[in-house]
Structures are given as structure tokens and as C-alpha cells.
């Protein structure tokens, strides 16, 4: 159940169902007692004749459960299609307007039944629209008053959820540049650099020269919340490389970035750390080469490679893709989308970012 359907007034809880009846018995005897004192005052007799007070107590008791029945139908479907925090101001408009034409249709009917069943039909033109004014009101009064106490309470749980996932996101920054300066990586990238220096000069210093970019292009965008996918796939091509360089032609990554996406925006090293993590849980050998696919579809980046997964998995201190999903419901709103499944194949798709200009 969603916090916001939670927090209602109309939550379908059995203990929230048994207060929310309770109260619109109150709120019928409240308008008896009103009429009870309003007619007290003007002197008039004939209403205050205890069958007429008991038959204007069931009266209204029973128009404020059918209310209560009919509005926790209709704020079941408005949580649903027009949750607050999403459209506050369609919600409003929508609300006020079922609240206010739900409310006079009801009472209208109401009350025509219930003097055609016990009063032959008979009753005053002014009472039948003072009946419907006073449905009104009311309903418009309490749904004010509970749906603000609703709000107010989902805001606060919004703002503790934003609280929790900044916190989660330094983490995850944190935990990502340990990574990237972590000994494994660079003991690994050292080994390999010592071989080349030895087999091949010239591939040893583009070595250098990726490896240097790949650090600078780390420690830059750990800084920042959102980068250019260009940026983003300038640091992870460096990152193969070194990849490349160690595991040979058992790794081929292929990329498939059309240029038009080149301005659109991504969480940075999301898609380095999937990569990472390919290479990790995966055996990389002549016999199984690890292939992985970087493309774009749907407005979605994806990284899919190929599954074999090891007996024993490397340990790491990499960010988890739960870090990586809530980082992005954070910093965009969106959620990505895991398919681990397939028998054949992993992928992660990452929703691409439109950046603010």
C-alpha cells in the first residue's frame, strides 16, 4: 500500500473504516444538533417534536455513511490516477469538483427518496436546497481539513525520503571513488602496463595515457550529479582499453552510441560500473570470451553482455545497482530497468537524462 493511500481518509484499513464511520455519525448528530438549536431559537414547535429530531437524526446520519461510502470509492481511484505529490494542481481541481457534484447529486436523491418513502413526497422547495447547500459545505469542509493533514504528512514522508536518498548518494559517490582509486584495479593495470613495457613501447604509453584520462575522468565526475553521456562514454572507452589491454581479444565491447545522444544526460559512471561488474562476475577466457553490447533504445542506455558467471566472485567495494536505481530516482525521478533472467544474457537499462540548458 502507497503512503498516500495510507495516510487517507478513505484507506480501506478496517481500523481506519470503523473511525471514518464513527465520525460521520458524529458529524450527522452535529447537524441535528445545529437544526435542533437553529429551530430552538426561532421558536418553531413542530421541529423539535422528538419522532421529527429522531427522524432528522437518521436522516442526516444516513446521508453522511452513503457520502462516506461514495467518496472512499472515489479517493481510491484519485490516489491512484492523480496522486498529490505528482498533480496537486489537476488533483485539486478534479477533487472540488467530483466532491461538489457527487455531494448535491446524492443529497438532491437522498432526500427525495426518503420524504417520497416517509412523508408521501411532501416536503418544502427550501428545505430541499438548504439539504443539498448544507451536503456541500461539509463535504467540501472535511475533505479540506483531511486531505490537508494528508498532504502534510506525505510531504513530510517525501522530505524523509529525499533526506535518506542524499545520504545514499554521498555514500554511493564515496564508495564509487574508493573504487576507482582501489588497489585492486590499479595492481591489475600495473601487471599489465609491466608487460607491455617489455612486449610493446608504443601500446605501453597509450597505456599510460588511457590510464591517466580514465583517473582524471573519475575524479571529475564523482563530483558531479548528472554528466553528458559523451562525457560519460569518453571515460568508459578509456576504461575498456585498459580492459582490453589486459584481457586481449577474449573482451569485445561494442558500442553503438548514435551522436544525437551525445548532449542527453546520465548518472555518472552508472554505466562504468556496469561494465566493472560484467567484467567481475563473468569468466573471461579464449574458450568463453566475455562480449558486452552498449546501445541505446527507448530512450534508455543499456549495457547487456554476455553470462558466465564464476564459481567464486571477486570481492569488491563496487556500487551496488541499488545505488545506482536509487540514485536515480533521486537525482531524475526515473528508475532503471534489470533483465537477469535470460539464460544468455545480463543487461541493465538506464533511463538517458534531459539536461537543462
Avoid at 74 to 80: C, K, S
Avoid at 169 to 197: D, M, R, Y
Amino acid at each position: 500500500m502507497s503512503q498516500e493511500n495510507q495516510h487517507s481518509l478513505f484507506s480501506g484499513t478496517r481500523i481506519a473504516n470503523v473511525k471514518d464511520i464513527l465520525l460521520m455519525v458524529f458529524v450527522g448528530v452535529l447537524i441535528v444538533s445545529y437544526m435542533f438549536v437553529k429551530n430552538l431559537i426561532q421558536g418553531n414547535v413542530a421541529e423539535q417534536a422528538p419522532d421529527t429530531v429522531v427522524n432528522n437524526a437518521l436522516f442526516s446520519i444516513s446521508i453522511s455513511i452513503i457520502l462516506y461510502v461514495v467518496f472512499r470509492v472515489m479517493f481510491r481511484y484519485l490516489n491512484t490516477h492523480y496522486p498529490w505529490l505528482k498533480s496537486i494542481g489537476k488533483r485539486l481541481q478534479i477533487q472540488v469538483l467530483l466532491v461538489v457534484g457527487l455531494s448535491s447529486t446524492i443529497m438532491a436523491l437522498f432526500t427525495w427518496l426518503w420524504y417520497l418513502l416517509f412523508f408521501d413526497g411532501c416536503f418544502s422547495r427550501s428545505s430541499f436546497f438548504s439539504n443539498i447547500i448544507i451536503a456541500v459545505l461539509i463535504s467540501l469542509l472535511i475533505n479540506a481539513i483531511y486531505e490537508g493533514v494528508n498532504l502534510f504528512r506525505q510531504l513530510k514522508d517525501s522530505q524523509i525520503e529525499t533526506e535518506k536518498l542524499k545520504r545514499q548518494n554521498i555514500e554511493s559517490h564515496f564508495e564509487t571513488l574508493k573504487n576507482q582509486v582501489g588497489p585492486h584495479f590499479l595492481f591489475n593495470s600495473l601487471n599489465t602496463l609491466l608487460a607491455l613495457i617489455d612486449e610493446d613501447t608504443l601500446q605501453a604509453k597509450e597505456f599510460v595515457k588511457k590510464l591517466a584520462t580514465y583517473y582524471r575522468y573519475a575524479l571529475q565526475v564523482n563530483e558531479r550529479d548528472i554528466v553528458e553521456l559523451s562525457t560519460e562514454t569518453a571515460l568508459v572507452k578509456s576504461y575498456v582499453f585498459l580492459l582490453e589491454s589486459r584481457f586481449g581479444d577474449n573482451l569485445k565491447v561494442h558500442f553503438d552510441l548514435p551522436e544525437q545522444f551525445d548532449n542527453k544526460g546520465i548518472v555518472p559512471l552508472s554505466m562504468q560500473m556496469l561494465v566493472e561488474n560484467a567484467v567481475k562476475h563473468n569468466v573471461i577466457s579464449n574458450a568463453h570470451p566475455l562480449n558486452i553490447h552498449i546501445g541505446i533504445r527507448d530512450g534508455f542506455i543499456f549495457v547487456e553482455n554476455s553470462k558466465r558467471k564464476k564459481d567464486a566472485l571477486e570481492q569488491s567495494n563496487r556500487i551496488g545497482l541499488e545505488n545506482i536505481r536509487n540514485r536515480y530516482q533521486l537525482l531524475a525521478g526515473k528508475d532503471i530497468r534489470v533483465v537477469s533472467e535470460h539464460p544468455d544474457y545480463f543487461r541493465v537499462e538506464l533511463p538517458l537524462i534531459e539536461l537543462v540548458k
